[in-house]
């Protein structure tokens, strides 16, 4: 039980809740309170309709139908998703409403069927929001009109502090068979077409009452976030390099807090299936100006044998020392193990001072 809404309330809850809404000229003078002698509230719910109908504006806020003078709701809900504020006084929507259900709605609970036998005027106490819809079981609700719905709920009930069980429809209330609101919907959130129902309804007003009012549905599937191995080696010592021999680099040092990474295979330092991307760098002693080492990656098998050469990279000997780095981009198979190995093309022994290799590496 609460007031009603005042023109404040109704502008800061919608505006809160993200409900796109314009407001219809004398909306805040509008209703039935003074024609009926009975005043709007208090408040105990919102009851969800369809036009059956195209355009329905001016019928719903000025023009009525024969029996039923405006306003016909609270509220209209076009096909964009804008919200038209058309009165904030008593409406002529809700019409007679099965007693059980009231109290049902009253006290949040799950409505039951309709006893018809007991009824109580339901626009003393009930928001009204009409829904542009012709209701013919072909006119689909478009997205941004669902979504609109639920927000207007939801703000509703964020405002009096209710729970999405004071949000009912029509056809849960009505004594005289309305079958509104129903037909399709073209999607929520991330779902896509489906059959307008209360029950889900319900479930869409609770699941954003359970967030802040800013919230959003999310529209899209998340792509799961996959973190690659992080793989960071070098040598504790540096090591001597005979000419004309390939060799590969045993890395013995490990910087890696992820101990059970791709690392520990040395002198693998990935293991397949994996994709990787990263660099070696490398100083070498005693190269002579000019000297070649060459440079590649070798895939093993797992019994160590060699199963395939990579291209060479070459890194030239310079005055005080030579240093090269070495780009590290591949994709490795089930069952390989990726080695770099090295071949001093010199007529000298060199030494291989350092080698620093930092990747980073999907498992596959
Ligand atoms: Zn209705």
Not at 144 to 162: E, I, K, P, T
Request: glycine share 10%; net charge negative; with cysteine.
């Amino acid at each position: 039980m609460a007031d009603p809404a005042t023109p404040g309330q109704w502008r800061a809850a919608l505006k809160a809740e993200g409900v796109p809404f314009t407001e219809l000229a004398g909306w805040t003078e509008r209703g039935r309170d003074t024609a009926t002698g009975k005043a709007f509230g208090p408040v105990h719910g919102i009851l969800n309709h369809h036009t059956a109908g195209v355009d329905s504006l001016r019928v719903i806020a000025t023009a009525g139908v024969p029996g039923l003078p405006p306003p016909l709701a609270h509220a209209l809900l076009r096909k964009d998703g804008v919200v038209v504020l058309v009165a904030d006084g008593r409406a002529n929507h809700a019409g007679p409403v099965a007693e059980n259900v009231f109290l049902a709605i009253v006290a949040e609970k799950p409505l039951p069927k309709q006893d018809k036998t007991r009824t109580v005027d339901g626009n003393d106490s009930l928001y009204g929001l009409e829904v542009e819809n012709r209701g013919d079981g072909e006119d689909v609700y478009t997205r941004a009109q669902y979504d609109s719905m639920v927000r207007f709920n939801a703000a509703l009930c964020r405002l009096h502090g209710w729970s999405e069980g004071s949000a009912a429809g029509h056809l849960e209330t009505s004594v005289e068979g309305k079958p509104d609101p129903a037909g399709p919907v073209a999607g929520y959130g991330r779902r896509g077409r489906f059959l307008f129902t209360m029950a889900q309804f319900r479930r869409d007003v609770a699941e954003r009452l359970s967030h802040q009012a800013n919230w959003s549905p999310p529209t899209t599937q998340e792509t799961p976030t996959v973190t690659p191995d992080y793989v960071n080696l070098g040598l504790a010592h540096g090591f001597q390099l005979a000419p004309d021999l390939w060799d590969a680099i045993e890395f013995t040092t490990e910087w890696n807090d992820e101990p059970d990474g791709h690392a520990l295979n040395s002198p693998s330092f990935v293991k397949g299936a994996a994709r990787f991307t990263g660099s070696l760098s490398l100083r070498f002693e005693g190269l002579a100006v000019g000297e070649v080492v060459q440079v590649r990656m070798s895939e093993y098998d797992d019994a160590g044998n060699l199963k395939l050469d990579h291209p060479i990279h070459e890194i030239i000997g310079t005055p005080g020392g030579t240093y090269g780095v070495v780009p590290l981009t591949k994709r490795l198979a089930a069952g390989r193990n990726m080695r770099v190995r090295l071949m001093n093309l010199g007529a000298e022994e060199i030494e291989v001072a350092s080698a620093v290799l930092t990747a980073l590496a999907w498992a596959e």
